[in-house]
């Protein structure tokens, strides 16, 4: 999947070895020219993007900016604290961004949720990552190999902090079961309507359910929030009314009893 993304990949890889490696005026030409290469590169790939081109000229207007403002980290650590400024902007006025600067490698990936989620750690912990190469490189200088190896692991610890919170938000988006385990309890939707009434036994990975009210709609619901619980298959012991909505879902029928997996 990556190598689709071949292009982008190697304009940042370009990008970051000639912060490293070059110096005034040759680092920001060699930033535009890498952003045609790799527009060259998606040419060949059969999908070119001219926004490499654009991009490309952004990070060499960004590194001859670092350069004339003599910005200490040198376009990196500008380009970091630029974008991840962006970043977390955005999702702090939920507008997440990270979704429309990843293109076709994010697009319809992420709800707005998610997306703003992303945008405030990630652009976070690019943030950070270019406020502490600024501050521990004197001016005009860049901030070297060790600095720009530190980035990963920024990114890693913001990822984990995101992951935790796109959780707790996977969480809220799922129905969920009022009433107490072993009793009669109420499904009820994401949004607080209540799609049933069930008594739910469990034993091992599998959930015995007798459903004593259930618009069938609310199936995928069931479904989900037992799967969610850790059942890996679905056994209905009681169904009122027509039996047909459960043979459309997939369900397997014998003897008044109906089993899914989940």
Same mark, same amino acid.
């Given at each position: ?15 970051? =070895? ?30 070119? $993007? ?5 991009? #490309? ?18 376009? %990196?650590? %500008? ?12 999702? =702090? ?5 990270? *979704? ?42 860049? #901030? ?20 935790? $919170? ?36 469990? *034993? ?27 059942? $890996? ?26 089993? $899914?997996?989940?």
């Amino acid at each position: 999947m990556m190598g689709g993304y071949l292009p982008e990949l190697l304009l940042a890889a370009l990008f970051i =070895l000639g912060d490293l490696f070059l110096e005034g005026t040759a680092a920001a030409v060699a930033t535009f020219a890498a952003g045609v290469l790799a527009w060259v590169v998606s040419l060949l790939a059969g999908r070119g $993007r001219i926004a490499l081109l654009l991009e #490309g000229a952004v990070l060499g207007g960004l590194t001859m900016a670092a350069l004339l403002t003599s910005f200490p980290g040198g376009a %990196l650590a %500008l380009t970091e604290v630029v974008l991840g400024g962006f970043l977390l902007v955005s999702g =702090l006025a939920g507008r997440p961004a990270l *979704e429309r600067l990843g293109g076709g490698l994010a697009r319809g990936m992420l709800s707005k949720g998610e997306g703003v989620i992303l945008s405030l750690y990630i652009g976070g912990g690019v943030l950070a990552h270019g406020a502490v190469t600024a501050a521990m490189t004197e001016p005009g200088e860049s #901030g070297g190999v060790l600095l720009t190896a530190l980035l990963p692991l920024f990114l890693a610890v913001s990822g984990y902090a995101a992951r935790r $919170r796109l959780k707790g938000l996977s969480r809220s988006l799922l129905p969920r079961l009022q009433g107490s385990p072993g009793g009669e309890q109420t499904l009820v939707s994401p949004e607080g309507r209540v799609l049933g009434r069930i008594l739910v036994t469990g *034993e091992g990975g599998a959930a015995s359910v007798r459903v004593k009210e259930l618009d069938p709609a609310g199936l995928p619901a069931l479904e989900a929030v037992l799967a969610a619980g850790g059942y $890996r298959s679905l056994l209905i012991t009681e169904w009122p009314g027509d039996t047909l909505p459960l043979e459309m879902s997939g369900y397997s029928g014998s003897r008044g009893r109906w089993l $899914r997996r989940l």
